[in-house]
């Protein structure tokens, strides 16, 4: 199957300091990744969606200005979490979409993201 | 709206038993896909299984099975001959035509398999 990055794997930082994570699609090219956040014993929860080269769309109750999104190209996404503080500690995973062999059908493939755990001190 | 309700928290099998993860679902979406994810305490994502809404057979993947019952909206994981390595967190997820394709998450259950 394909490979997805995430860069850093766990991270520590004092409050009030910016934090950015990347997530590479190793052999292939995203057609569009996504970021999820996952709090200890919970679900994933959908952050947001990003296409490259266009403005990522965040679900409802995400701050855009806290989680700054950036798909500079096929192959890379940034999350980055401005002005950290300890309730955004937490398990952040991306995941990439890739086209179906051959282009047929509605859906893409999903591959996620080894995912990365932030805390914030 | 979609949603996506797994009612097990937690679950115990025997090694070598059978077990059924229970998953239903909701949309208006005519067409979508079902999924099965393994979290072990690593945290990856490792996919296991998947159903499109079309698909009348149900999905088979080694010793996983889907059992998709569509008038119930239900889409439960069969693992067979369960192994120790087989605990970890189960997520149920759906995908619709709409949104880019995201997937919606249950809350998932955590299975644990005991010798």
Known sequence: ?121 | AQKITQTQPGMFVQEKEAVTLDCTYDTSDQSYGLFWYKQPSSGEMIFLIYQGSYDEQNATEGRYSLNFQKARKSANLVISASQLGDSAMYFCAMRGLTGYNKLIFGAGTRLAVHP
């Open chain 1, 1 to 121: 199957g394909a490979v997805v990055s995430q860069h850093p794997s766990w991270v520590i930082c004092k409050s009030g300091t910016s934090v950015k994570i990347e997530c590479r699609s190793l052999d292939f090219q995203a057609t569009t990744m996504f970021w999820y956040r996952q709090f200890p014993k919970q679900s994933l929860m959908l952050m947001a969606t990003s296409n490259e080269g266009s403005k990522a769309t965040y679900e409802q109750g995400v701050e855009k200005d806290k989680f700054l999104i950036n798909h500079a190209s096929l192959t890379l996404s940034t999350l980055t979490v401005t002005s950290a503080h300890p309730e955004d500690s937490s398990f952040y995973i991306c995941s990439a979409a890739r086209r179906l062999a051959g282009g047929g059908g509605p859906y893409n493939e999903q591959f996620f993201g080894p995912g990365t755990r932030l805390t914030v001190l």
